[in-house]
């Protein structure tokens, strides 16, 4: 089992930047492809980006690539979201996931075994 936990969101102006970090739990974490999902308030939860084990192959939605980038450092059990360019589209509660059936990380809610509790992001215009 995998315990995830997010950190790193808060209040930040349109144009600012953000870096969102989940640390794991457990020893296998270079075993799970990670991706981080957002939902804003009363809208369903939406896929943002996901990145393969090694770190090599991410996938990005539309409507953060070029402004978003995923990373991950296993050594640290950690995945990374850094987040540029933000604007007020962009704020909703922020969550990591990770998956332990698609190697190269799904863009489908279903695709993830393991939820962190999600932080917010909300970007001010």
């Known amino acids: 089992q995998v315990q995830l936990l997010e950190s790193g969101g808060g209040l930040v102006q349109a144009g600012g930047s953000l870096r969102l970090s989940c640390a794991a739990s457990g020893r296998t974490f270079s075993s799970y492809a990670m991706g981080w999902f957002r939902q804003a308030p009363g809208k369903e939860r939406e896929f943002v980006a996901t990145i393969n084990l090694s770190g090599s192959i991410t996938y990005y939605a539309d409507s953060v690539k070029g402004r978003f980038t995923i990373s991950r450092d296993n050594a640290k059990n950690t995945v990374y979201l850094q987040m540029n360019s933000l604007n007020p589209e962009d704020t909703a509660v922020y969550y990591c996931?990770?998956?332990?059936?698609?190697?190269?990380?799904?863009?489908?809610?279903?695709?993830?075994?393991?939820w962190g509790q999600g932080t917010q992001v909300t970007v001010s215009s």
């Open positions: 996931a990770a998956d332990s059936r698609h190697a190269y990380g799904s863009r489908s809610i279903d695709g993830y075994d393991y």
